[in-house]
């Protein structure tokens, strides 16, 4: 078992780094004023898989650290994707005040639904 779970370990750093260094050669050698549409995609979809494992670690290092218990998975994939739309916004230039404001009573909305239907009792 402890073997698996290391071999499970090892490829996760393996695919974080190769992300990493994706990331990288992509943002460095493309042009988003020249780039074609399909392109812009794959930029947006690596950007949203590395704040996807940004956020993971973040939530792996606050357990580490004793901040917090355990994190849920819908916590950190919510979180990301409200930092990826924020991002995704701001690089269209198409962020304002208004967005966030309307995105924090969404956030609290949510929180408050998720922790209800996680508290009822789902047994038979």
Same mark, same amino acid.
């Given at each position: ?17 190769l ?7 992509f943002?460095?050698?493309?042009d ?5 549409v ?19 670690? $973040?939530?792996?290092? &606050? /357990?580490?650290? =004793?901040?917090?218990?355990?994190f849920r998975?819908?916590?950190?994939? +919510? %979180? ?21 404001? $309307?995105?924090?009573? &969404? /956030?609290?909305l =949510? ?5 209800r239907?996680?508290?009822?009792? +789902? %047994?038979?």
């Amino acid at each position: 078992m402890k073997r698996y779970i290391s071999y499970i370990s090892n490829h996760k750093k393996i695919a974080t780094v190769l992300i990493a260094v994706t990331d990288i050669l992509f943002f460095a050698s493309s042009d988003p004023n020249k780039s074609p549409v399909w392109l812009m995609a794959i930029g947006f979809s690596l950007l949203a898989l590395s704040v996807y494992i940004v956020c993971r670690i $973040a939530a792996n290092l &606050l /357990v580490i650290l =004793g901040v917090i218990k355990s994190f849920r998975n819908w916590v950190v994939l +919510t %979180t990301s994707v409200l930092i990826f739309l924020v991002l995704t916004l701001q690089a269209l230039g198409q962020l304002s005040t208004r967005d966030i404001l $309307a995105l924090i009573p &969404l /956030v609290l909305l =949510g929180h408050f639904y998720f922790n209800r239907v996680s508290l009822k009792d +789902t %047994t038979f």
